[in-house]
């Protein structure tokens, strides 16, 4: 019940975008572990291999990347699945084009000082917004980047 009133508390972007939000964190993590990367890679954007990027973005766009950001959030919390950086950021990746918000997706590697082995992360930002997976790059090193500027695309 409390989840319930704490819902209908919510902005009226959240209350339709979280079920289908929840849906696709569902889709993107049965693509992830049923096709190769390879696959994937050319419907995540342009690879611009290891450089960063930044875009600007409108005031609209920006406060509706933090709508995204907030909604794939809350939807990854309620998954029977593993919603862990990737699938978020593949979700995050679908609700950004469908917006028309130019984004950045990075992979990112570090390593555990302690056992040696590699860690993997996945993150998205659109403009000065992490959309998913947070501040990646204060702890991981850039090992791919695909990119989505929909302001060059022909309308």
Do not use: D
Not at 41 to 48: D, I, K, M, T
């Amino acid at each position: 019940m409390r989840r319930t009133v704490s819902l209908l508390k919510k902005p009226s972007f959240t209350k339709v975008w979280l079920l289908p939000t929840w849906l696709m964190l569902g889709i993107s993590r049965l693509v992830i572990l049923t096709i190769t990367f390879r696959r994937l890679a050319p419907y995540l954007g342009h690879s611009v291999g290891l450089q960063s990027y930044t875009q600007l973005l409108t005031t609209e766009q920006e406060r509706r990347a933090i709508q995204i950001a907030h909604v794939i959030r809350l939807a990854s919390r309620y998954t029977p699945w593993v919603a862990n950086c990737f699938p978020q950021a593949v979700t995050a990746r679908l609700l950004l084009g469908l917006f028309r918000i130019p984004y950045a997706l990075y992979f990112g590697l570090t390593r555990n000082r302690e056992s040696g082995e590699f860690k993997a992360h996945a993150w998205v930002v659109a403009g000065r917004v992490p959309v998913s997976g947070g501040h990646g790059f204060a702890e991981y090193t850039v090992v791919g980047c695909y990119l989505k500027n929909t302001r060059s695309e022909p309308n």
